[in-house]
């Protein structure tokens, strides 16, 4: 496994002008060596500082949520309380020297960790008044200030901030370093066609969104292993219904794995599922993508409505045209039962599927689909019945 070490990339020192700062420490941060400060500040002041400890970057240069309008809104129409309304910006820095007299304090190796989002709806508002030849107001943002060079703990505010907000567990994860493996497994049998997405600002066909990847990949854990913390081996419906629990449990079995304070045989169970996972994700995200479109699936489309075998149009097509797009909630049954064929070769995990089995499965989930599901993708990717008739029933 690969132990990610928290590295500082910002630049050495950024000189912030403010109208009041005020030295908040208490009587635990000076015996451990930190300093907090809260500062107001003019809005152009922030623009430059980096984000590169942040757990994301600003999103709003390619899709703007309510969020960005919202702050966008207050600096328009609300300025004379944005300091109040907005939540403000948490910066850490190695050292933070102020001087009363000009006013600036000079941070070091300073890096925006919470309100990334703020910074860079102020950029843009600024940008376009710039644009317009208009002046920029005295719009004041409040400014934390944390002072330390420990960097394990800006690694942990980073992440305890951004936790208090709730940013995505993908972020949050990729901050420690849960996805690197899975990166250099992507990187290295699929690059440069596909790169791992770990952060929600990564956006575009080449990224593969990591939370589908990790629960593409529980559905595919040998069966025999098992996942860990899962007393059922063959119902896996959570790998379809929830990305959430399929990250938890993948960064659970990351920890485990090299944990020497964990049970000595979850921990060697742990580490089994979590190089299998490594050594198998190129084929299992191709075998994913392939199941999409699987040309098995042609011979048993009926209309939509239409009563008797076969799948419903439109969960196994595109919307638009005849080309094949089969609806998760029916392929994720089918993985599970692949996941017999995820076995030990020569050191290393392999998928190997004999002939004729992917067939049989297809036969299988349409009966699971039309039996025990009401020809709903949606309860038959949630029902457990579904994954045992499948896992059971098709041709091996």
């Known amino acids: 496994m690969t132990n990610s070490k928290y590295v500082k990339t910002s630049e050495p020192t950024a000189n ?116 317009d030849n208009l002046p920029i107001p005295k719009i004041y943002v409040k400014v934390e200030i944390i002072e330390t060079s420990n960097e394990e703990l800006r690694r942990e505010i980073t992440i305890a901030r951004n936790l208090q907000n709730k940013v995505q567990m993908l972020s949050i994860y990729g901050v420690q370093g849960v996805y690197e493996d899975l990166a250099q497994s992507i990187a290295k049998g ?40 899962q007393d059922e081996k063959v119902n896996r ?70 009563k008797g075998d076969g799948f419903d149009r439109s969960h196994v097509c595109e919307k638009k045209g005849d080309g094949l797009q089969v609806s998760d909630g029916i392929l994720f049954p089918i993985l599970t039962a692949l996941s017999n064929y995820v076995v030990p070769v020569n050191g290393t995990w392999m998928i190997e599927i004999p002939d004729g089995v992917e067939e049989g499965l297809v036969e299988a989930a349409m009966f699971a689909y039309n039996t025990f599901s009401d020809s709903n993708p949606q309860t038959m990717g949630k029902s457990g019945p579904v994954y045992a008739y499948i896992n059971k029933h098709h041709k091996r």
């Open 16 to 131: 912030v002008q403010f109208f009041s700062i005020r030295n908040i420490s208490n009587p635990d941060d000076n015996k451990s060596g930190r300093k907090v400060h809260v500062a107001q500040v003019s809005i152009d002041q922030i623009v430059g500082v980096n984000t590169d400890e942040n757990v994301r970057n600003y999103t709003g240069e390619s899709r703007k949520t309510e969020v960005h309008r919202k702050i966008l809104e207050t600096l328009q129409s609300g300025s004379e309380r944005f300091s109040v309304l907005n939540g403000g910006i948490v910066i850490v820095t190695d050292e933070a020297t102020i001087d009363d007299k000009t006013q600036t304090v000079t941070l070091r190796c300073p890096s925006i960790i919470n309100g990334a989002q703020t910074q860079g709806v102020i950029k843009d508002y600024i940008e376009a008044l710039k644009k």
């Open 237 to 306: 419906s959570f790998c379809y219904s929830s990305k959430a629990k399929c990250l938890r449990l993948y960064q659970n079995i990351w920890t485990a794995a090299d944990d020497p304070k964990e049970d000595a045989q979850y921990r060697a169970l742990c580490k089994k599922v979590y190089e299998c996972y490594q050594a198998i994700a190129p084929t299992a995200w191709m075998l994913y993508r392939r199941w999409q479109s699987h040309p098995a699936f042609k011979q048993y489309i009926r209309p939509d409505g239409e």
């Open 190 to 229: 699929l690059r440069p066609k596909y790169i791992l997405q770990v952060s929600e600002d990564q956006t575009g066909d080449e990224y593969i969104p990591v939370d589908k990847l990790v629960q593409v990949l529980a559905a595919l854990t040998p069966m025999s292993l098992g996942i860990p913390d």
